[in-house]
């Protein structure tokens, strides 16, 4: 097996990449990384080697006096000449048609590279900005907020839906420890509630690989593995506002960006504490009403999950049962039920489940029978991979994370909605793919109703 875990960055971005036993050549488009304290410093050596002369320094309000007046005064020490555009912050910064738009139209074309400093939204928005104006795309962090510093994708809205684009991912990433340990601790806890959500990733990436054969990379799987460890080492750390430990997160994030580009699937970095994130922003987005940052949603998702996990590890399987109920599946009132919660995107769900037949009930029985067959490998699986549940409540107090959904505004009713539809969203198998094939759905949502009251 290939060792990413113990690989230097400067390893783990060799332009040839690695053929891996698991059938994949693993390699990234991020030519140039360093993560540290006073790693600023390095952005004309950032540039150099992205063969580019002449940036578009985007930032907002924040992030201009975070770092974007120091990356400028670099910039001008070095003898670069660079276009600079700043939002006005009479508007929050979405990233929205909007904003992309603002930037497409400021942009000047005489700049070879976008060079974003920021965290979730302008790393978004100057991935897709490179994207159009077919620019190399170099990102300065200023928070360890999201996993998305090294991923060719940005999380958009757009006429009001939130969707994933796939873009080319910046070249350069440049994370200074220094300036990241000062971000608003709701970006550090953001971090580190995206970074917990790994556990899950893997125990579910590893169980659907079991039950539908689904590709699968050990090795990249590890390299996660040893990233959360050395977050959740870092606890203490985070809350001193260390840079070390803050760069420990930003390590694990960024790495979770390069496991995305190394194995070509979200499945590393994302299982079904993301589609809570996910089910609860398509909802409120179409009550025109914003939620808390990410990190922060999947942190609560993560922890809902780890005490979903507590039940699954007590059910029995029974195939006979599991038989009656996908006998009994009502077409109409699944069709209802996604009418009510997605409404205008609605089609979406329907024409995603119709094509992966995940609703039929020959699917559904093999399903049953293969997880019935090895129900005992799975709950190794989830005994391996998933967290002492103690030890990540203490953590998350520590922290000050809300760890519920009602600390972040989401009823009761959505989150139920997001559970009992958080399988029909993707093809992606889940923990609640598996309930759903077994029967067992039901019972679990209601073990799940009195975790929210
Ligand atoms: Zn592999
Ligand atoms: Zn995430």
Redesign the pocket.
Known sequence: MLNFKNMSFEELLKPDGYDCPCGRHHATAVKFLKIGRGVIETVPEALKTLGVSYPFVVCDQNTYRAAGERVVEILKRAGIPYALYVFDGAHPVMPSERELGILAMRFNHSCDVVLGVGSGVINDLCKMLGFTANRPCAIVGTAPS???YASNSSAMELEGVKLTIYNNGPEAVICDTEIMAQAPMRMLRAGFG?MI?KYISICEWRIAHLITGEYYCEAVADMMRAAVAKIMASVDGILARDPDAVGAVAEGLVL?GLAMAYSNVSRP??GIE?RF?HIWEMINIARGRSLEL??IQ?GIGSMLTFELYEYIRKIKPDLQHARDVIAAFDPAAWDAKINRVFGAVAGDVFASVKKSRQNEADVRLAHAETICAHWDEILDIIHAEMPDIRVMYAAAQKLGMPVRPCEIDVSTSDTMDALVCSHDIRERYICTSMLFDLGLLEEAAEFFRGLLD
Do not use: K, N
């Open positions: 999201m996993d998305g995206d959500a979770s970095a994302s993301h994130s990410h990190g999947v």
